[in-house]
């Protein structure tokens, strides 16, 4: 199926038709949902703040704070740009520089996607498969918030995409490619190493098989690749005096893994997979995967490479859960992006089973699959247009409200000990730890109940501002311990 996708590739101009529809509609929806933005998520904040002190005192940023600085950076430069064309300096300036950032990464991802796509299933099945990513709520909220993951994506997929030509073409210099890319990746997400494993994995089966490539030059490449990556990535992990400054993977923690544990942290990855591709495309994502990979004799050198990417992926995620007790859709999102590619193939093997069953002459079933996978297509993506227009984070309202209370009823030097950081952070009021500092204000999320709050030890003080969250389940109150 794939191959005949592939034998009949079009040129240069369909390529850059089919690239022209699909960065338009992407950027058309990051737009909107930039400007329709209610609220940016928790670790965002971390990001601003990071890329505003990085700023005034880079070296010091890097060591105190534990992200990592590539996508600060990117954000600063943004608001940098920004400032050319204006003098403000507003915390939404810098929100909207953050997501900014983002958005054109993701533009430039959905450029090394298609390609990538074209190169595994066939040029008509990637602008389908990329169009479905672009269209996918969680994705495309993903690309126009002030978050690391399209970035990281980026550096991910185009080193992706350059480790197959470079396994393929045998072309050296594209080894070396790969490890600078990841390195650059690496400074906006540790995961980005996964292309240094990846590159390895293959020249070592290549070295051991010694079928196509001399040894020699085997080696060379795995010094390319490594020397590549350190170039970039090495003086980060000197300063921070560690290779995984976040998160270190011990071998006692992987040792101690337990099988009830990783059945549970499966089950929750599936449930993320799923709820990310709003469920109306994981049939046919099963199918397309099935029908890509159900004959070993057939694989070829890209599909190792995506063989071995979902299975690092998922044991990450079950590391992940089994030793953090957590695995959010954002940290399963890249097994997404890179199977999407076998979901148009799939939609086109259940047009063809409708068809046969609706009417069993072949020559109809040809005739009119296409009418039929164009009509499946259509109905997934209508079941992601109502949540794709709805405002991001748009039950976190109250959120703003309360921030806004903050500055309009408190002095600038004002203390607010906060448990959401979104509420000091757009009220520009300095978040202080409950237990450290000599607040003044407290701004606290509680869970509601009938009776009121459901918060025993809530503090004595006087409430100066509650307000129940859109839905009713939650009510963010702020208490003065001087009123």
Known sequence: MHSKQRSSQPGTKQDTFHLSILLAIALCVGIYIIATTVAISRDSVQYVEYAKNFA???????????????YPVMILGAHKIAGLFSESESILDWIRSAQSATLALRLLAIVVLYLLG?????????????????????????????LTDWPHLFFLATGFFLLI?????????????????????????????????????????????????????????TVLLLVGFLIVAGPYMKLKRAPLPKKSIHISEVANIELPKTTEALAKLGGNIGDTL??????????????????????????????????????????????????????????VLFTIFYVPGGIELLASWLQKIKN????????????????????????????LLR???H????????????????????????????????????????????????????????TGLAE????????????????????????????
């Not at 074209?118 to 996918?136: E, M, T, Y």
Request: with cysteine.
């Open 56 to 70: 005034s005192a880079p070296t010091k940023t890097m060591l105190e704070d534990s992200n990592h600085p590539g």
């Open 118 to 146: 074209k190169d595994l299933v066939g040029p008509r099945f990637s602008f389908w498969a990329v169009l479905i990513i672009i269209l996918l709520p969680k994705s495309a909220q993903y690309g126009s918030n002030a």
């Open 165 to 221: 030509r470079a396994a393929t073409s045998k072309k050296l210099y594209l080894f070396a490619l790969v490890g600078i890319v990841a390195g650059l990746g690496y400074l906006v997400r540790s995961e980005c190493a996964q292309l240094v494993i990846y590159g390895l994995l293959w020249l070592g089966l290549v070295f051991l098989t010694g079928r196509t490539w001399a040894r020699s030059k085997t080696v060379l490449a």
């Open 278 to 335: 709003e469920w109306i495309f994981v049939p046919t994502w099963i199918i397309g995967l099935y029908a890509a990979f159900r004959k070993t004799s057939q694989y070829k050198t890209p599909q190792f490479f995506i063989i071995t990417l979902v299975v690092l992926n998922v044991a990450l995620m079950v590391w992940l859960y089994t030793t953090y007790s957590y695995m959010d859709k954002r940290h399963s999102f890249p097994l």
């Open 360 to 387: 069993k002459k072949t020559s109809w079933a040809t005739n009119n699959k296409q009418l039929v996978f164009y009509v499946l297509l259509a109905i997934g993506i209508a079941v992601c247009i109502p949540q």
């Open 391 to 393: 405002p991001l984070n």
């Open 395 to 450: 039950e976190k309202l109250f959120l703003r409200k309360a921030a806004q209370w903050l500055a309009e009823n408190t002095d600038k030097g004002d203390l607010v000990a906060v448990s959401d950081p979104r509420i000091a952070f757009y009220a520009q009021r300095r978040n202080v730890s409950h237990d450290k500092q000599p607040y003044r204000y407290t701004a606290t999320v509680l869970p509601v109940s009938n």
């Open 456 to 483: 025993n030890d809530a503090p004595p003080w006087p409430i100066v501002f509650s307000l129940d969250s859109t839905d009713k389940k939650t009510r963010v109150v702020i208490y003065d311990k001087q009123h």
